[in-house]
């Protein structure tokens, strides 16, 4: 079926107002991504500014991933029964709201504070964006669609990196942090005005505990949340946080090349998300591309340590191949809705993305804490330095976590058809 202006079905194509507010809700996730990683970038000033160790970094980081997990069943429960319009605007408020009480006060307390917020708003973009999909393109285009929309959150990826970086060493990261407010107040506007529900018939409505039990009780739902987890666990742990200053105390990069450098491992995901994507869609296959992807990157995180000192292109070309493969996720994300009623489409996706997200939950403060362990009392200008024996013995994790979702690919079943 196809959406004609206005938004009701008709034979003229997907509408204009259709594809804007794909756009918007993609643009989101891309807002919501560069909130994610922006930490990376002020590591030196938060923990000199807020006097804490790695461990308690990996905390305020993780505080993020807290509120998004822990919110993604009820806001997919919310999606399926009131739409998107309402739920992704009142989210960009929330998360602009959070920036600015991430840069209030001089407390860790607020910065904990702010971070839960930014994390609880940010929580609509990816389902949001997925529903705006399901609701308004033909079912054939969906994985494409939600390919798009992981290229344009790498894009906020890259975003958070260099550029925020840049507004770091001009601004302050307070000053930084002010802009990333103002973005999402705007971009709440925007959703505002574009974006528009569809009806859910009132026959198809569930309550949440019964939606739950729907998705549950489909063995796919739990293979492609634990797939999905390991796929996007090193982008999270690693490139969302500890690769700048492994970077910067390990290779003896300037936080600018190191921030450079991390991007490029979001542009292989923001590359890799629309093309297997469309990939899958077009074979109709979904288990052979998330075999492939899962088995490459575990031998590529085993690997990590023997890169110690590589040329910089080397280790881009690592970077780019891991992000490539990371973008797998995305063929999860498909096979687990396609194991699913319509109906509960929604809930499904918040089952899925809470295993996704609660990998940063998990390993950012894990590896915070694997490097604290490892600390051997060296500080510079007020902020701990790690080893680069450190940060191997803490990113020993990423490759297991890795293993076992190519276990859990291994066990999933195909759904699409060509």
Not at 287 to 316: E, K, N, Q
Request: glycine residues 12%; contains cysteine; charged residues 10%.
């Amino acid at each position: 079926m196809t959406v004609a202006s206005g938004g009701e079905p008709g034979s003229s194509g997907v509408s204009a107002r259709a594809w804007a507010a794909w756009l918007l809700a993609s643009l989101f996730f891309f807002y919501a991504f560069a909130q994610r990683v922006a930490p990376s970038v002020m590591v030196e000033e938060l923990m000199r500014d807020f006097a804490v160790g790695a461990a308690i970094l990996g905390n305020l980081a993780a505080f993020y991933f807290y509120a998004y997990a822990s919110l993604q069943i009820p806001i997919g429960f919310m999606l399926d029964r009131l739409g998107p319009r309402r739920l992704m605007t009142g989210g960009l408020l929330l998360a602009g709201i959070g920036s600015l009480v991430f840069t209030a006060g001089e407390s860790i307390l607020f910065a904990y504070a702010g971070r839960l917020l930014i994390g609880a708003g940010s929580a609509f973009s990816w389902v949001g964006a997925l529903t705006v999909a399901l609701q308004w393109f033909p079912p054939r285009r969906f994985a494409g669609l939600a390919g798009g929309t992981q290229a344009f959150g790498m894009a906020g990826a890259v975003f958070g990196q260099a550029p925020v970086a840049a507004l770091v060493a001009g601004w302050g990261w307070r000053g930084a942090m002010m802009a990333l407010a103002a973005l999402g107040l705007a971009l709440a506007a925007a959703i505002w005005a574009v974006a528009r529900d569809k009806p859910v018939p009132t026959h198809a409505a569930v309550g949440l505990g019964a939606g739950l039990r729907i998705v549950l009780a489909r063995r796919q739902t739990w293979l492609s949340g634990i797939f999905g987890m390991a796929m996007v666990s090193p982008m999270v742990a690693f490139g969302g946080l500890w690769a700048v200053p492994y970077l910067t105390q390990t290779q003896g990069m300037t936080r600018a090349e190191a921030a450079a450098l991390t991007s490029i491992m979001f542009i292989g995901w923001g590359i890799g998300a629309p093309l297997v994507g469309w990939l899958s869609d077009r074979i109709g296959r979904r288990r052979v591309p998330m075999l492939a992807s899962g088995a490459l990157t575990t031998l590529m995180l085993a690997a990590l340590p023997l890169v110690d000192g590589a040329p910089a292109l080397v280790i881009a070309g690592l970077m780019t191949v891991q992000g490539f493969c990371a973008s797998t996720m995305v063929v999860g994300v498909a096979l687990a809705r396609e194991s699913t009623p319509p109906h509960v489409s929604g809930t499904v996706l918040g089952v899925v993305n809470t295993f996704v997200v609660g990998s940063g939950a998990l390993l950012q403060p894990l590896i915070g804490a694997l490097l604290d362990l490892q600390w051997d009392g060296t500080m510079s200008g007020g902020a701990r330095v790690y080893s680069a024996s450190a940060y191997y013995h803490a990113f020993a994790v990423l490759p297991l976590i890795m293993a076992i979702g190519t276990v859990a690919a291994l066990l999933s079943r195909d759904t699409a058809k060509a």
